[in-house]
């Protein structure tokens, strides 16, 4: 096939190309075209029922929004005053009226004997932050459960620290509560204010270590259901005895010191004023945390608890379970005593209506108040007997 042949060829292939070209052009421009007319149809549909769908959805949600909100609102709130009272838990109202200060050098001769009684202790702070103040800070301290812990900041001269601890902390969980449960598997963390405590507001180590005056925490012996006395300078571990002289039976894990096991000295000994007779002091001072009048009733279901809960321990059982007969024996002792001289007592003169574990920060700022000013009250008295 010579040029001109393929010429005509092409020239014809390509009128057919251009025809087909052509009417495909046409077909594609009418599809094209119905195609839109489709596609816009359908958009305007979809786009239709794209803003029914979305109206609704957006009512449903604007309707679940403003429960939810209202549901995240009451929420928060709960939440806050959690946060709030973890955070920022409720201390005493005047605690700025608290007295602060170290005390003296000044040594008084006798033995102060504490009593104990948990939060009502705070009575017992009241009191020897007046004696502080006014230089009376005996040569001897001892005391049993709430009154071993407050005798430590009294033999380390800080005035005000007891109940600025107690009544700031009281609502800290690290101290009473969940926090403190979880850690010390006791309702009450005493290793809370006995030593983490210290970072906020540091313990006179130096000023209660002074060799001149004795300190002594009351323990119970879980094994012999006796009484011990823990003094600082031959006790191993003299913070952990005053820990177990507060440790309450049943609730609080026993303390090991030396291979033996403690609890609340209250369970053997309530009020120690017989130790401080048999040591051969002539002054001796007692400090109550209940009124005078006082006596606790014979326990009947405790005392099966007591022998249940601790019967691997009969004579702890035991002397748990005499407990409130011994101490009641012990208050009308006190009366005689004081009746004869040999003794100075210092009381709430009201009922305390304070329990061992109380949660009031005001009515246990107002018991520390009480033991401040009876003290001052009865101060010429005290120092006249310290005198005679």
């Known amino acids: 096939m010579d040029l001109s042949q393929i010429r005509r060829v092409s020239a014809r292939q390509l009128a057919r190309l251009r025809r087909a070209s052509a009417n495909q052009l046409n077909r594609l421009r009418k599809a094209s075209e119905g195609s839109l007319e489709q596609i816009k149809s359908a958009s305007e549909n979809q786009l239709n029922r794209l803003r029914s769908v979305s109206a609704e959805r957006f009512d449903r949600l604007r309707s679940a929004s403003a429960g939810q909100l209202s549901r995240l609102s009451r929420v928060s709130r709960r939440q806050m005053q959690r946060i709030r009272e973890f955070t920022a838990p409720k201390s005493f109202s005047a605690m700025a009226d608290i007295p602060n200060g170290q005390a003296s050098d000044k040594i008084t001769e006798g033995a102060l004997v504490l009593e104990g009684g948990a939060f009502r202790g705070l009575y017992s702070q009241g009191v020897l932050d007046a004696l502080m103040e006014n230089d ?54 005493l290793d809370f204010i006995l030593r983490d405590v210290n970072a906020y507001e540091p313990f006179n180590e130096q000023y209660f270590r002074n060799p001149e005056r004795k300190y002594v925490a009351v323990c119970a012996n879980v094994n012999t259901g006796k009484a011990e006395y823990m003094e600082k300078s031959s006790c191993s571990d003299i913070i952990a005895a005053a820990k177990a002289s507060a440790s309450m039976p049943y609730v609080s894990p026993e303390v090991i010191i030396d291979g033996q096991p403690y609890l609340d000295g209250g369970t053997s000994c309530k009020i120690a004023y017989q130790w401080a007779i048999d040591q051969g002091y002539e002054k001796i001072v007692v400090i109550r945390t209940r009124q005078r009048e006082y006596r606790k009733k014979p326990m009947t279901r405790e005392n099966e608890m007591a022998e249940f809960f601790y019967r691997r321990n009969p004579q702890f059982a035991k002397a748990l379970a005499d407990s409130n007969i011994n101490y009641n024996r012990q208050c009308d002792e006190l009366i005689s005593l004081e009746k004869q001289g040999r003794i100075f007592v210092i009381a709430p003169e009201k009922e305390v209506k304070v329990s061992r574990v109380e949660s009031d920060v005001e009515k246990l700022g107002e018991l520390y108040f009480e033991g401040y000013r009876e003290t001052l009250e009865h101060l010429d008295e005290l120092k006249a007997y310290l005198n005679r």
């Open 136 to 189: 009376i800070n005996f040569r001897c301290v001892v005391g049993v459960s709430a009154g071993a812990l407050a005798g430590l900041n009294y033999c380390s001269g800080q005035i005000g620290r007891s109940a600025r601890i107690n009544l700031a902390y009281r609502h800290d969980s690290r101290y009473v509560g969940v926090r403190a449960l979880r850690k010390a598997h006791s309702i009450v963390n």
